[in-house]
């Protein structure tokens, strides 16, 4: 299935979904769908992601140290919980799980944040050639807040003058590339600086193609810790 098979699946599925609200922008799809995740659920990834943080990574280099200051968690995808997620989520947009990055949580404490970036790939950028073996394009974000920090922490869409507050178990899904399966630079976004306390969510990402590395007939991951 392409890249526009996929997509034509995901919208008509979360079109179809209760509670899903699709905000009017021309220039990006994106919707929101509230209460996806329990309260419960949110806590109890919270605690996988406090046990097992590291700082954050980019995929590219980037001078800027302060780019993306976050820590980054890869979710166990043997826990029942995170597994079950992981299902619902690629249920929801109606998509191959095969098609999906393992889910990781990002903590942001005070100060931190993660700058205007997009999460589509760059093919100009040294990283592709082992990027496009190991399922080519991002396609879809799908992303959970688990709690509210205190203030800040908002997802901002700067080009399209959307930010995003968090709200606990609210879920946020917006496709990085155009109507032609091409990077949509509109879907810039950056999670802004916590100002107080302590921000919790998790990140979904699918690829054009399955993801990991092909070593006969057994898949293993790629490097989920890169962003
Ligand atoms: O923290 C946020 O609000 C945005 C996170 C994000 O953009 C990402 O992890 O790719
Ligand atoms: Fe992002």
């Known amino acids: ?19 899903v609200v699709r905000p009017p922008l021309a220039m ?39 780019f993306r200051t976050s820590e980054t968690c ?16 690629a249920r929801l947009l109606g998509i191959d799980p095969r098609l999906g990055e393992i889910l990781q949580g990002q903590r942001y404490g005070v100060g931190q944040q993660f700058k205007p970036h997009h999460d589509y790939l760059r093919p100009s950028e040294p990283y592709w050639g082992r990027q496009k073996e190991i399922g080519g394009q991002r396609t879809w974000t799908a992303m959970a807040f688990l709690n509210v920090p205190g203030r800040g922490g908002e997802t901002q869409f700067p080009r399209i003058e959307l930010t995003i507050p ?49 070593r006969g007939a057994r898949q293993s991951q790629g490097r989920p810790e890169l962003r």
């Open 74 to 89: 890869n979710l166990d995808r043997e826990n029942p919980l995170v597994r079950g997620i992981d299902a619902r989520i």
């Open 166 to 214: 968090p709200r606990i178990g609210s879920l946020v899904v917006w496709n990085n590339l155009d109507e032609a399966g091409e990077p949509n630079p509109a879907t810039l976004h950056a999670g802004l600086p916590v100002a107080e306390g302590v921000k919790y969510i998790v990140t979904k990402w699918y690829r054009e193609r399955p993801w990991g590395v092909r």
């Open 1 to 19: 299935m392409g890249i526009a098979e996929t997509a034509r699946i995901a919208r008509e599925r979360l079109g179809a979904t209760p509670g």
């Open 28 to 66: 990006i799809e994106l919707f929101i769908l509230r209460d996806f995740l329990s309260p419960d659920e949110c806590a109890a990834l919270i605690g996988m992601i406090d046990a097992n943080r590291k700082p954050s990574r980019l995929l590219s280099e980037n001078p800027d140290a302060a």
